[in-house]
């Protein structure tokens, strides 16, 4: 979990490992952590990759944890090889990605591209009341660098993140490794259907307000909304509070969440439409009241189309097949994304599972991964020079 004894621990270890590479470690006011391997021209923007190390109560080993370890290889790999690079390389690993102690997710990544702003981050609390302030300074990474853009942190010449897909696209097509051409957008609602508790015995069919009955019918309407966009409308119902709960009372309160997620802003907008319409006409066909708000807005990410082709040529180079993918999930990625080129590369998990323990993925379709990342890398950062009597990395 994000900003525990644990956290700090595996922060520690990574620090400890991109050292002994002989990299030099930057953390920003946001926890944020960036081991940089020095290129040949110092004065070039990064090429950078990472993504997380924070995970879900019973989440699994390789989400995030992935994308950074892939990253750390590279470095290793260069390194083993004796491979200079004209643009410095760096691995990130970006604070509470997860969001499941401190919300907003991806708050390092969030607060780095200026979505929201360091003080907010700062200044969120957990349970028990600890910020992320107090956490920070705990762990001992409040670090002294800019932690976003607009302050001052460095722009990358590219990111890329590779990471398990947490999905069961590539699997089910048999293809190892996934070029992310983008990230679906998101609208987050609550909705509260209201109508009148009264006892199921009494109450005649006829004179009730029955607000569970209607709001059923709306929660069908979310997902044939989605069904109605596809490939790339998503529609999910994943939480319902019924008031008050019980056997022989007719509900009279039903509040329920609506996750929608469509790959272009457009598409966005008309599931937004086809819901409030819907909401409308619940009220005028049942007696009941709903209220519709909205609780979050993620645009849809449109990947760099030249990243996107360094995956492709890295895959081909890997002797691996490459399938274009869009991520259904948020990642660091596609808040780095406002500020840099950006691309990502997916790798199958196991039944697609995710934050979950039994999460897994085959050794040999990660070994893929990273090898495409390092070679995508490698096409940004330009390859000046192998010292090393290895032969050159393949
Ligand atoms: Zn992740």
Redesign the pocket.
């Known amino acids: 979990m994000a900003l525990t004894e644990l956290d700090r621990q595996a922060r520690d270890l990574f620090v400890q490992w991109c050292r002994a590479e002989g990299c030099s470690v930057r953390i920003d006011a946001i926890g944020n952590i960036f081991a940089r391997r020095p290129g040949l021209r110092d004065d070039l923007p990064a090429i950078a990759t990472g ?2 190390i924070d995970t879900q109560p019973t989440g699994g080993k390789f ?2 944890n992935y ?1 950074v370890m892939a990253g750390l290889e590279v470095i290793r790999t260069l390194n083993h090889h004796g491979v200079r690079t004209e643009a410095p390389i760096e691995v990130c690993v970006w604070t509470n ?2 969001g499941s102690r401190f919300v907003p997710v991806m708050m390092g990544s969030g607060v780095y591209c200026g979505d929201f702003t360091l003080e907010h981050a700062l200044s969120r609390a957990d349970h028990d009341g600890v910020t992320v302030a107090e956490a920070l300074a705990t762990i001992g990474y409040a670090g002294p660098a800019p932690a976003s853009v607009g302050s001052g942190a460095p722009r990358f010449g590219a990111y890329f993140e590779a ?1 398990i897909e ?1 999905g069961p696209v590539l699997e089910d097509a048999g293809i190892v490794i996934g070029a992310v051409t983008g990230a679906l957008g998101q609208r987050w609602y609550d909705v509260s259907v209201s109508g009148m508790e009264s006892h199921a015995g009494p109450t005649p069919m006829k004179l009730r307000k029955d607000a569970l009955y209607a709001a059923t019918h709306l929660m069908q309407q979310v997902v044939d909304i989605a069904l109605a966009r596809q490939p790339h409308g998503r529609g999910t119902v994943g939480c319902v509070h019924v008031h008050p709960n019980s056997r022989n009372v007719i509900p009279g309160r039903v509040d329920f969440t609506v996750d929608f997620r469509h790959a272009d802003d457009a598409g966005l907008l008309d599931m937004d439409a086809a819901l409030r319409q819907a909401a409308a006409e619940l009220q005028r066909n049942f007696p009941v009241g709903v209220t519709l708000e909205q609780v979050v807005y993620y645009p849809p990410a449109a990947f760099d189309p030249v990243l996107v082709d360094a995956i492709r040529h890295g895959a081909e180079r890997a002797g691996c097949d490459c399938l274009d993918i869009v991520s259904g ?1 948020g ?2 990625a596609v808040y780095v994304a406002r500020t840099a080129p950006t691309a990502m590369i997916f790798v199958p998990c196991k039944d697609g599972i995710s934050h979950n323990e039994v999460e897994d993925a085959d050794p040999a379709h990660l070994e893929a991964g990273a090898k495409v990342l390092l070679h995508a890398m490698l096409e940004r950062a330009g390859t000046a020079s192998c010292e090393s009597g290895h032969p050159a990395p393949r």
């Open positions: 993504s997380h989400d995030g994308g990605e997860e990471h947490q999930a990642h660091d």
